[in-house]
């Protein structure tokens, strides 16, 4: 036997023995206690980059043998990216077989939040979208379980979460669960309302909730910006003049009837939310508010104008005086 064949012979079997002691490793049990906890690989996330998560999430020490059982087998372009939900004492190689198993990959679906939805609108669609019920939803909404957010901190604490849960569009697994997606619209409503907007809240000495409360209104009484900014000003002068705010939107917040104008009964409603007989703000926002209505009604526009109307063809119209205004109504709403 020649030198050149010993030398591979040697080679080989030095190979062999390292790839039986690798599979040994890959294999060897995780001392972890037993639990469930979720890793989430990134699109575009290389193997170096896999194994260091894998470390600093804890489910291994190794991982320099999971990079080279991993370039050995030519598994590098074998992971997909997304959610898993790993038991915490998985060996290396249970991962792996779950991370290139591209059917382990959770299903997303996109959910869109119309600005200015109720919750109980928001809990409906989601039921729609066959992601978990409305009432399971809602449970989580009213209850606000351990939801860790500084700005809650402003919120009653017998209230729910209406006027949090930010209207946007969203990308969510399908096997979400609420306290999941609500999150989700936590930490938008938190990159929404930056630190400019809510140093301006301070320094005008007002409470987050009853902005949030007023942008509600603002929200389902109009459109465009700068009118939302004039209606803001309106209603804040409103406010501390102890004149009510006459909002239809809190109206058909009590009804539901899904009408522009509510009638004459309506409006003579005894209930909390009814702004034409409670002076004040209602107990609760009757939406969730976009930021635009957010920012109009932290940056209201002043004039001289005490009341409006939209008419049939959605023009606004302003008043200064409640003669003017009942003159308004008679032209273009009677």
């Given at each position: 036997m020649n030198v050149a064949v010993k030398i591979i012979l040697g080679l080989l079997a030095v190979f062999v023995v390292f790839w039986f002691?690798?599979?040994?490793?890959?294999?060897?049990?995780?001392?972890?206690?037993?639990?469930?906890k979720k890793l989430i690989v990134d699109e575009g996330m290389g193997v170096g980059d896999i194994a260091e998560r894998l470390k600093n999430e804890g489910f291994t020490k190794k991982d320099f043998i999971f990079k080279t059982y991993v370039?050995?087998?030519?598994?590098?372009?074998?992971?997909?990216?997304?959610?898993?939900?790993?038991?915490?004492?998985?060996n290396l190689k249970?991962?792996?077989?779950?991370?290139?198993?591209?059917?382990?990959?959770?299903?997303?679906?996109?959910?869109?939040?119309?600005?200015?939805?109720?919750?109980?609108?928001?809990?409906?669609?989601?039921?729609?979208?066959v992601l978990f019920s409305a009432e399971d939803f809602l449970h989580?909404?009213?209850?606000?379980?351990?939801?860790?957010?500084?700005?809650?901190?402003?919120?009653?604490?017998?209230?729910?979460?209406?006027?949090?849960?930010?209207?946007?569009?969203?990308?969510?697994?399908?096997?979400?669960?609420?306290?999941?997606?609500?999150i989700k619209?936590?930490?938008?409503?938190?990159?929404?309302?930056?630190?400019?907007?809510?140093?301006?809240?301070?320094?005008?000495?007002?409470?987050?909730?009853?902005?949030?409360?007023?942008?509600?209104?603002?929200?389902?009484?109009?459109?465009?910006y700068e009118n939302r900014q004039i209606v803001a000003g309106i209603f804040?002068?409103?406010?501390?003049?102890?004149?009510?705010?006459?909002?239809?939107?809190t109206v058909n917040y009590i009804t539901r009837k899904g009408t522009t104008r509510p009638s004459l009964d309506d409006t003579k409603i005894e209930n909390p939310y009814n702004t034409?007989?409670?002076?004040?703000?209602?107990?609760?926002?009757i939406c969730n508010p976009s930021i635009e209505a957010i920012r109009a009604v932290v940056y209201p526009k002043e004039t001289d104008y005490y009341f409006f109307l939209t008419t049939p063809n959605n023009k606004i119209i302003f008043s200064r005086?409640?003669?003017?205004?009942?003159?308004?109504?008679?032209k273009y709403l009677d």
């Open positions: 002691g690798l599979n040994i490793m890959i294999e060897a049990p995780n001392n972890n206690p037993f639990g469930s370039l050995l087998r030519g598994l590098r372009a074998e992971f997909h990216p997304g959610e898993y939900q790993l038991e915490t004492n998985m249970e991962i792996i077989t779950i991370l290139t198993d591209e059917r382990t990959v959770r299903d997303e679906v996109s959910i869109t939040i119309i600005e200015g939805w109720k919750n109980v609108e928001i809990a409906e669609y989601l039921e729609s979208k989580v909404a009213n209850e606000t379980p351990n939801f860790d957010y500084n700005f809650l901190g402003f919120k009653p604490r017998t209230v729910g979460l209406e006027g949090f849960l930010y209207p946007d569009t969203y990308v969510v697994y399908t096997d979400s669960t609420p306290e999941d997606v609500i619209m936590l930490d938008n409503f938190e990159r929404k309302l930056d630190a400019e907007v809510m140093k301006e809240i301070g320094r005008q000495k007002r409470d987050l909730y009853e902005v949030l409360t007023l942008a509600s209104i603002v929200e389902k009484e109009m459109f465009g804040w002068e409103r406010l501390g003049d102890n004149y009510p705010l006459q909002s239809d939107a034409y007989q409670v002076i004040g703000l209602p107990p609760t926002p005086n409640h003669e003017e205004h009942i003159a308004n109504r008679i």
